[in-house]
């Protein structure tokens, strides 16, 4: 028995697959995700080029062009102000991406530290923590967000801290949840054996083993803060003219459907579009990162 083992070949043993690889080839697999993941890295691209490829300025007007259909000079047509829609859309989508992306990332913050301690210290201070959390569920955080606007003033800036702010709850829960499973594993014991400081547990052992349902809600909330900031926009609370949004430019073609449809529709699309990539590519991230999911 003896002889056997030792000459087996250590190259001919089967290789590990770490989470991560393994979440990888699942997510390939889904077909529909690389889809929306390849839409939205060409939406991010086209994003952060739009200064160099936009047809036209996205403030530059013809009164005497007016309102035009698609054409060879314009390809989506034009706004009342003889303005290059194709240009809107693209400048808008820099603002709508940005709005995305800034305020997930503030919900993200703030939600990913309040759970991991919650979750972590447990207890009295856990307690008094998610009771607060369930008090600002309550409120109506639509109406708390118009009033900082109305207040404070209509500011890119302030619309990002805004929305992230109301944002986090949901992500401070599932986080709490998750460090809570972790909390008694071995690897957090022996943190603690060795003398390691709660803030260290937290933020070198707890948070990277609980970023599965972190990137997944990730992927899910940046279209819903995208959705968030179109209804604001809708309102007239959000971007101002001449800057533009797909939310804005969503808000001024319902005004003129019936007579310029295409000032609707193409906003329309591009905002529906990167919504459905967005949340193909949750799903997809659910699916790959789920440990209940059989392997092949």
């Known amino acids: 028995m003896t002889t056997a083992i030792s000459e087996i070949d250590p190259q001919e043993l089967p290789k590990g697959?770490?989470?991560?690889?393994?979440?990888?080839?699942?997510?390939?697999?889904?077909?529909?995700?690389?889809?929306?993941?390849?839409?939205?890295?060409?939406?991010?691209?086209?994003?952060?080029?739009?200064?160099?490829?936009?047809?036209?300025?996205?403030?530059?007007?013809?009164l005497r062009l007016g309102a035009t259909p698609p054409s060879a000079a314009h390809w989506l047509g034009t706004d009342l102000f003889g303005r290059d829609l194709l240009s809107r859309i693209m400048y808008g989508g820099r603002i709508s991406l940005l709005v995305g992306f800034i305020a997930t990332?503030?919900?993200?913050?703030?939600?990913v530290t309040y759970g991991a301690i919650a979750g972590y210290v447990g207890g009295?201070?856990?307690?008094?923590?998610?009771?607060?959390?369930?008090?600002?569920?309550?409120?109506?955080?639509?109406i708390f967000i118009i009033l900082l606007m109305v207040v404070f003033g209509r500011n890119l800036l302030l619309m990002f801290l805004a929305i992230g702010v109301v944002e986090w709850l949901t992500m401070a829960r599932i986080v709490r949840g998750q460090v809570q499973s972790l909390r008694q594993q071995e690897f957090v014991e022996a943190a603690i054996s060795i003398g390691l400081s709660p803030a260290r547990i937290?933020?070198?052992?707890?948070?990277?083993?609980?970023?599965?349902?972190?990137?997944?809600?990730?992927?899910?909330?940046?279209?819903?803060?995208?959705?968030?900031?179109?209804?604001?926009?809708f309102l007239g609370l959000g971007i101002q003219p001449p800057q533009s949004s797909w939310g804005l430019l969503i808000s001024h073609g319902v005004e003129t459907m019936e007579e310029y449809p295409w000032l609707l529709i193409f906003p329309g699309l591009a905002l529906t579009m990167t919504l459905f990539a967005l949340n193909f590519l949750g799903d997809g991230l659910r699916d790959a990162l789920d440990p209940r999911v059989s392997k092949d």
């Not at 529909?32 to 691209?45: D, K, Q």
């Not at 990332?105 to 939600?111: E, Q, R, T």
């Open 124 to 142: 009295r201070v856990d307690a008094i923590m998610m009771r607060l959390v369930d008090i600002l569920y309550a409120l109506p955080f639509m």
């Open 105 to 111: 990332a503030v919900a993200l913050v703030i939600g």
């Open 202 to 233: 937290i933020w070198k052992h707890l948070i990277p083993n609980a970023l599965g349902p972190v990137i997944v809600y990730t992927t899910l909330t940046i279209p819903s803060v995208m959705l968030l900031e179109a209804f604001l926009s």
């Open 17 to 62: 697959v770490s989470l991560w690889q393994d979440a990888w080839h699942r997510l390939r697999r889904n077909k529909l995700a690389m889809i929306g993941a390849c839409y939205l890295i060409a939406v991010i691209i086209m994003a952060l080029l739009t200064p160099w490829i936009a047809p036209y300025a996205y403030d530059a007007q013809d």
